[in-house]
DNA sequence: CGAAGCCTTGACTACATTCAACAGGCGTGG
DNA sequence: CCACGCCTGTTGAATGTAGTCAAGGCTTCG
């Protein structure tokens, strides 16, 4: 996935508001056509956005501040999480190129959104982009398939967090990675996993530690392997996909 | 909540099918007057609705199952999980009166819905569903918000399966049935609790045991009192909402 | 080269699970 | 009517999985 063009456009021109790099969209001098880059045709959603990028770890919007934009993101890797008051943290998922963000129909956001590398958003004002459901129909049926799958994955999250063990955790991990990978044409044995330990750790219900060695218990079992760059090769995925669902 | 008349009407002409016992409503003979009942006012749905009961412990619908209705429960409460491979069980969540249910946008349902008590639902054709959210924007709206605060419930829940220990998980419980009997105008403090700790259990991802024991435990601290007919007194609220987020 | 950050590993601990026994309620049938 | 079995829930003791605390290795980067 590389909108290349499109985030060095932003940088050129960009300002920084808290950690978001952005650049109002010049309809005409600069008109965004993903298509070239990506799978994803240009749409009726190209009229309201503007588009912006986000430093590594620093935030995109946080829980309960009031949601003025949706973001799609086109590159990159956002993590979605909340947090207890004592500061224990759950991530709800890791958002990439696709992706929507921030579909609260809620006034506030319901949760923080962080760059876990830097990435770039199609950002959309909220009031058009409700107008915009209102009166387009491909629009709003795409939005609800979003929606719906965003439901499908908590739910199996839900299965992950409360019933499997850590094993099982790491495994299905794993076997999403290699999922997504697979549906944006990528290597599904050679995937990229941008997050720390500490990100796994907390979207999987686990400590750092727990992560680290169950990583390398997979990798004893000759299941995996760590290649650099944030690079992870799934060297038995088969045995990784059973041990995705039993210990 | 007592649709008590719709039911002893579906019950008087009712037909059993599985699970489900189900009466093709006639639409001119015995037309329901939810309003009369329940906050509900009548709407567009009405119009493609029939009503139907299912009996305690036996399946609305299963996981996987070709996704032909979509369901309001209107009295009762039904459990909605998903199974691992090896039996192990996640409840989703449990689904009260003014809840919908099975609003998958896609072809298969995505979980089981069993009763825990026996229940009374609204059934809609999907196909006509669909017409009407495309047609109706009042509709569209509800169904919209519906899940919107269907996705909020679920990441709430992440934290609770990923980050609480096993008292927060249980004073999380406690106080959302608190809530949920506030937002229809009963005591918030004298709960119905018809789920047995099995369900409990497999809801809060912890074991029977660990529920059972906690819940002595609460009982012991004086935060609650259990009461005949799945009853349960909250007598601490204040106490119990400040342990559901931290220990 | 040194400092910082991230990851790994080890030893110990603790929370929740497992296994097991038992109590109470309820319906059925002798 | 009581006896019995069944089911649900409670409690106890032992176990185990993952967490906590602590130290050390490795990479990265100034």
Redo the contacts with the bound molecule.
């Keep these: 996935m590389a909108p290349a063009l499109a985030i060095a456009n932003v940088n050129a021109t960009s300002v920084t508001l808290g950690g978001l790099v952005q650049a109002r969209r010049n309809a005409t001098a600069t008109p965004v056509n993903p298509s070239r880059w990506t799978m994803r045709p240009s749409d009726a959603l190209d009229e309201i956005a503007s588009i912006a990028t986000v430093e590594r770890d620093l935030p995109l919007f946080r829980e309960g501040e009031h949601a003025e934009n949706v973001f799609e993101v086109t590159s990159g890797t956002i993590r979605v999480f909340k947090l207890l008051p004592d500061g224990r943290r759950q991530i709800i998922g890791f958002v990439e190129a696709g992706d929507f963000l921030g579909l609260s129909f809620n006034d506030t956001y319901l949760y923080t959104a962080e760059a876990v590398t830097t990435a770039a958003v199609r950002r959309f004002p909220r009031r058009r982009m409700e107008t915009l459901i209102d009166e387009n129909p491909i629009i709003r049926r795409r939005l609800l398939a979003v929606t719906a799958n965003e439901l499908l994955t908590a739910q199996e999250q839900m299965v992950l967090l409360g019933r499997k063990?850590?094993?099982e955790k790491l495994c299905t991990f794993l076997l999403s990675l290699s999922r997504k990978a697979a549906r944006r044409g990528l290597c599904d044995t050679r995937v990229s996993m941008p997050m720390?330990?500490?990100d796994i750790a907390d979207y999987l219900?686990?400590?750092?530690?727990?992560?680290?060695?169950t990583?390398?218990c997979l990798k004893t079992a000759g299941l995996i392997r760590?290649l650099?760059g944030h690079k992870i090769e799934l060297t038995d995925l088969d045995t990784i996909a059973e041990m995705a669902e039993a210990a």
Excluded at 205 to 213: N, Y
């Design positions: 063990t850590a094993k720390g330990r500490a219900g686990l400590t750092i530690e727990t992560v680290s060695r990583i390398t760590l650099d």
